[in-house]
């Protein structure tokens, strides 16, 4: 069995690769804008640690 693989057709043209010889998959993922996103505030995070450690808590207590 193998695996077809493409780029940009400005780079190269598709190959194929057996699947033997595929060591790693890896899937890029990129948020892109022309608009910086908010930076977090301390009581942003704080409330984030906060709600995260309740969470826990609510697990651990549900595990007794």
Do not use: C, H, N
Not at 17 to 36: A, H, N, P, T
């Amino acid at each position: 069995m193998a695996a077809i693989f493409q780029k940009a057709p400005e780079e190269q043209a598709p190959y194929t690769v057996d699947f033997s010889e595929v060591l790693e998959i890896w899937k890029f993922y990129s948020y892109q804008s022309r608009q910086m996103p908010e930076p977090t505030s301390d009581v942003q995070q704080l409330k984030e640690l906060v709600t995260e450690a309740l969470s826990d808590i609510k697990y651990l207590r549900g595990k007794a």
